[in-house]
């Protein structure tokens, strides 16, 4: 297995970088976010890889961080998730935003990614789910916020408030994990409802 590529980055698109490491050119398939934060054409740049290996085909899919790595295998790992769709997903959700959409079961979140419909989308909120909420995203990131988002208590109750308010769950989550769960319910949302005023 292949756990990253450090070399010269010889072509760079949305949708695939060449890395050359020690004489040999490395076609990596990468979500649009990543080329962005790579350095430019000529420069060295590394990528934390997955080789899929199919009858027909061996791949590599590179990614910015170890979290998107780790959120990648995550996804894989879902029966009838392909690499396609982990690809399209990670291009347009960032693996915190995964974490939080799979914690609050907001299956709706994942169909932002072309080529992902209702059915797919929900079998992933449900499987991600269970494997965030146990800690087997293997990346750092996501085991913080799998804990972050396991809220108890007034922070359930504030979430539960701000849905019924018409926000979506993962928003509710993600508005919630950022601050003191220790906080009276009242003064969760208040805050809560701030913040969220604020990005809209």
Do not use: W
């Not at 993600?174 to 005023?197: C, F, I, N």
């Amino acid at each position: 297995m292949i756990h990253c590529l450090t070399g010269r980055i010889l072509k760079k698109s949305p949708e695939q970088v060449v890395l050359s490491c020690a004489g040999v050119g490395y076609q990596v398939q990468v979500p649009p976010s990543v080329a962005g934060a790579l350095p430019a054409v000529g420069r060295e740049g590394t990528l934390y890889t997955h080789m899929n290996i199919t009858e027909n085909d061996i791949s590599l899919y590179g990614f910015a961080t170890e979290e998107q790595q780790a959120c990648f295998r995550m996804m894989i790992s879902v029966s009838g998730v392909g690499p396609k769709a982990a690809l399209s997903i990670l291009g347009v959700m960032a693996p915190e935003r995964i974490a939080l959409a799979a914690s609050a079961g907001d299956y709706k979140a994942f169909t932002a990614a072309n080529g992902v419909g209702n059915k797919l989308a929900q079998r992933l909120a449900l499987e991600l789910k269970d494997k965030v909420g146990k800690g087997l995203a293997g990346g750092p990131g996501l085991e913080e916020l799998s804990g972050a988002v396991s809220p108890a208590g007034s922070a359930a109750q504030a979430m539960a408030a701000l849905v019924s308010l018409g926000y979506s769950q993962s928003e509710a989550a993600l508005a919630v994990a950022k601050l003191d769960e220790t906080l009276p319910v009242e003064e969760l949302v208040k805050l809560a409802l701030r913040s969220m005023a604020g990005r809209r």
